[in-house]
């Protein structure tokens, strides 16, 4: 295997891994961020033992993401180091204030939000919880902005080496596809949230376990509440953003749908087997007018096909096609259980129907699947270039060996599969040890003093 090959599957590894924890984490920060809202309107002590309970989840999550988050930065240097240096001027200072204003503000704020509970002022403790929450959105906003520009780039020149220069800072965080994309993750980040909150209070109201019976209503309701709101908002969201999509990157959204043939009032291909060779799809199931309807919003909008450019210019369709697929059918599954969860909240057998439990564990997993399967279709949809149109992805590797880069990339899979299992090993032990065992830390001892130590006489003799 070529060091291209071997290059993109170590980053497709080690991003595809980053990406689960900031998807997790930073719908579960506000998550803990509106419990804390509603202890200080209720205050129900359940909503303070929840919120206990979900931060240690959020910590060890915050770690993982950290730790894998810092691997994606050297390898930019080290495996891609001619993008690195094409694109520095562009995108280094975007990463640069990712670290200055979110990731500082999420360290500095995340040991009061995980030891101060009952060590500091409510007020202060809540406002550590909003500041590391709002670090996380930060956060998202400088990497999306920077995956957006190499997506549609705008507001740049070339300079006679080749290197992109930026002409307008704003013009290049806000361009035409960063508004859509960041909708589009932070939404997918409260969904996969709710839907993990959702199944872990579903298991402990299925168990049958008393102890938790409070914390697990409390949170079921509240989790399945934000999904039935999230979801049908993320549906939305998506259909802005395949029109932005259509409009910037056709060749995409061609990939998409499996159409190689530039087409009006073209039909929806529900599946098939697209067949890159012979340029056409197998077995295929088309709804006639419907992928006009669905992707231009007209009967007779044009949507371009794969035979507009060469074979060598089109993305590799089969992996497109069909991670498009598996993120839209895990949005709809989302979908269902959202609205199961209403139907039976209306007949008042949301907390009793243990099939329905069960159901909303299984869906645990189904936002981390559709956030790999639309990252997969975002990363992969925009090749062969790696700056979209303008830097093709061979150029951008480094030159090295590739026997250093397969040995990288074995111990990455060896040790990420290891801090996977250690993840669950400790957030499944606390899992199951429930909220109710989330009990505060003791109080720290104070020395007594003279004075204590001579009352605690005075009040023994007097006993006596």
Same mark, same amino acid.
């Given at each position: 295997m070529t060091p291209l090959i071997l290059s993109r599957l170590q980053f497709a590894f080690t991003m595809g891994y980053h990406i689960l924890w900031p998807a997790f984490t930073i719908g579960l920060a506000w998550?803990?961020?509106? @419990? !804390?809202? #509603?202890?200080?309107?209720? %205050?129900?002590?359940?909503?303070?033992? @929840?919120? %206990?309970?979900?931060? %240690?989840?959020? #910590?060890? #999550?915050? !770690?993982?993401?950290?730790?894998?988050? =810092?691997?994606?930065?050297?390898?930019?240097? &080290?495996?891609?180091?001619?993008?690195?240096?094409?694109?520095?001027?562009?995108? *280094? /200072?975007?990463f640069v204030l990712e670290v200055l204003t979110a990731f500082f503000l999420e360290a500095g704020f995340v040991g009061i939000m995980l030891f101060g509970q009952e060590r500091v002022n409510q007020k202060v403790h809540f406002a550590a919880c909003v500041i590391v929450a709002t670090g996380t959105v930060m956060s998202a906003f400088w990497i999306i902005s920077a995956n957006s520009w190499m997506q549609t780039p705008t507001a740049f020149t070339i300079t006679a080496d080749g290197r992109f220069v930026a002409t307008s800072f704003w013009g290049v965080v806000f361009n035409p596809s960063m508004p859509y994309r960041l909708a589009h993750m932070l939404t997918a980040s409260f969904v996969t949230g709710s839907f993990v909150v959702a199944g872990v209070s579903a298991f402990w109201l299925w168990r049958g376990d008393g102890r938790d019976r409070a914390a697990g209503t409390a949170c079921f309701s509240l989790a399945l509440w934000l999904a039935l709101v999230l979801v049908p908002l993320q549906m939305v969201i998506g259909d802005q953003h395949g029109l932005n999509t259509r409009k910037y990157q056709p060749m995409k959204l061609a990939a998409i749908e499996g159409r190689w043939v530039t087409a009006r009032r073209a039909p929806l291909n529900v599946i098939a087997w697209p067949d890159q060779k012979e340029q056409r799809n197998r077995f295929a199931l088309e709804v006639? @007018?419907? *992928?006009?309807?669905?992707?231009?919003?007209?009967?007779?909008?044009?949507?371009? !096909?794969?035979?507009?450019?060469?074979?060598?210019?089109?993305? /590799? =369709?089969?992996? =497109?096609?069909? #991670?498009? %697929?598996?993120?839209?059918?895990?949005?709809v599954a989302m979908l269902i259980i959202a609205i199961a969860g209403a139907v039976l909240r209306m007949r008042g057998r949301l907390y009793a129907a243990r099939w329905y439990h069960l159901l909303c564990m299984a869906g645990i997993p189904l936002g981390f699947i559709a956030t790999l399967a639309g990252w997969t279709i975002t990363e992969v949809g925009r090749q062969p270039y790696v700056v979209y149109g303008l830097m093709r992805t061979s150029q951008a590797v480094s030159p090295i060996?590739? *026997?250093?880069?397969?040995?990288? &990339?074995?111990?990455? &899979? =060896?040790?990420?599969?290891?801090?996977?299992?250690?993840?669950?090993?400790?957030?499944g032990r606390m899992v199951l040890r429930g909220p109710t065992d989330a009990s505060p830390p003791p109080p720290v001892a104070r020395p007594v003093g003279v004075d204590g130590l001579a009352a605690t006489v005075d009040a023994k003799e007097k006993r006596s």
């Open positions: 998550f803990i961020v509106f @419990l !804390g809202v #509603a202890w200080f309107r209720t %205050r129900n002590p359940v909503y303070r033992m @929840l919120q %206990r309970f979900w931060i %240690r989840i959020f #910590a060890l #999550a915050f !770690g993982m993401g950290v730790v894998t988050g =810092v691997v994606i930065s050297y390898q930019l240097g &080290l495996n891609w180091s001619n993008y690195a240096r094409a694109t520095a001027d562009v995108i *280094g /200072p975007l006639p @007018l419907l *992928g006009s309807i669905i992707l231009t919003h007209s009967i007779d909008g044009e949507i371009k !096909g794969l035979k507009e450019v060469p074979p060598s210019e089109q993305p /590799p =369709v089969l992996p =497109v096609f069909f #991670a498009f %697929r598996i993120m839209v059918g895990c949005g060996a590739g *026997g250093a880069v397969a040995g990288s &990339l074995g111990v990455a &899979l =060896v040790l990420y599969n290891m801090l996977l299992l250690g993840f669950f090993w400790y957030a």
